[in-house]
């Protein structure tokens, strides 16, 4: 395991925004552990947070020219990200949607850089893709072409089919999707760790239960 996924992971636990006991998803399945990106709620935490993304990025190395968060959750993300990257050396454009189009000022529904060439979503999570087709619409409607989306974590489980909600995207919109770590890494983490490895049956047995099998 790269060794930033396993800080990644670290860092979510000590923010407490990976959990670990018993939570309903919306599926109505009983999770051993919970992913809340929300909680990344200070200054300090978001600054680290945008260098992991950075971190996955880079080690995918996926060619883009613009970064674009959706509203609302992927706007820090986004802008974040963008500031990591460039104290990596890679400066990059950024931008993000407004929910309501701006119809005064400049107008519009974009903020930010121009969608334009190859453009990368970052989101937090995949969950029904929601949010992944109405960046894609939007980054079509500019003449743009989507390149790839990123997110913090995979869960790796099925939906209503036999896919997980990050292959569906990737088979329906036909762009690969890269997480920061995905719930192989997280039972890797639990499992070499003794202060952790208490978790690990729990969430082995739901991966073997709910998971999606690997594309």
């Known amino acids: 395991m790269n060794d930033f996924r396993q800080e990644f992971l670290q860092f979510s636990i000590n923010q407490s925004v990976l959990r670990f006991g018993e939570f309903k998803t919306k599926a109505g399945r009983m999770s051993p552990y919970f992913f809340n990106a929300g909680l990344f709620a ?33 706007i820090p993300l986004a802008a974040s990200t963008a500031i990591a990257l460039a104290n990596s050396g890679k400066n990059t454009p950024y931008s993000f949607n407004r929910k309501e189009t701006k119809d005064h000022g400049e107008g519009g529904n974009i903020v930010g850089a121009p969608l334009a060439g190859r453009v990368l979503i970052i989101d937090d999570v995949i969950s029904a893709g929601t949010s992944v087709r109405e960046s894609v619409e939007i980054i079509h409607a500019h003449g743009a072409t989507p390149a790839a989306v990123i997110i913090a974590i995979d869960r790796m489980e099925r939906g209503t089919g036999s896919l997980s909600a990050v292959q569906e995207v990737q088979q329906q919109y036909q762009i690969p999707v890269f997480a920061i770590a995905n719930l192989d890494d997280l039972l890797t983490y639990l499992q070499s760790h003794p202060n952790m490895e208490q978790y690990a049956p729990a969430v082995a047995q739901y991966r073997l239960t709910y998971g999606a099998n690997t594309l």
């Open 42 to 74: 200070d200054g300090l935490a978001l600054k680290q947070l945008g260098e992991f993304y950075a971190k996955a990025i880079l080690a995918a190395g996926i060619e883009f020219d613009v970064l674009f968060g959706p509203a609302y959750k992927g």
